[in-house]
Nanobody, 123 residues
Framework: VQLQASGGGLVQAGGSLRLSCAAS????????MGWFRQAPGLEREFVAA????????DYKESVKGRFSISRDNANNTVTLQMNSLKPEDTALYYC?????????????????WGQGTLVTVSS
């Protein structure tokens, strides 16, 4: 499975950005797709995930109500809509996927990764 992330950029606090992740390859083996982020000097952390078939979603507590993850099965893409962005949302955002059943919040349990896309929120 190959993942291609896009959509990062620079935005002022309170603004919005939309990240997209296009999946290709053995997409039928994927159970869950998610977004993680990593700020300088910090560990990679879970942001949101969606199961490919049922569309079940999970979110990091601090992004609930501001971020929304969705999948488009027809186009094999996952989108992360980020609203009301805060400076603390600044990070390199990564798209990830895995075939195991269940939604894990741990980065090490995702097998497939896209390249990061930088999100910078200015105050």
């Amino acid at each position: 499975v190959q993942l291609q992330a896009s959509g990062g950029g620079l935005v002022q606090a309170g603004g919005s950005l939309r990240l997209s992740c296009a999946a290709s390859g053995d997409i039928f083996s994927v159970y869950v797709m998610g977004w993680f982020r990593q700020a300088p000097g910090l560990e990679r952390e879970f942001v949101a995930a969606v199961t490919w078939n049922s569309g079940h979603t999970d979110y990091k507590e601090s992004v609930k109500g501001r971020f929304s993850i969705s999948r488009d099965n027809a186009n094999n893409t996952v989108t992360l809509q980020m609203n009301s962005l805060k400076p603390e949302d600044t990070a390199l955002y990564y798209c990830a996927a895995d075939s195991r059943i269940g939604v894990s919040l741990r980065a090490r349990e995702y097998r497939y990764w896209g390249q990061g896309t930088l999100v910078t929120v200015s105050s």
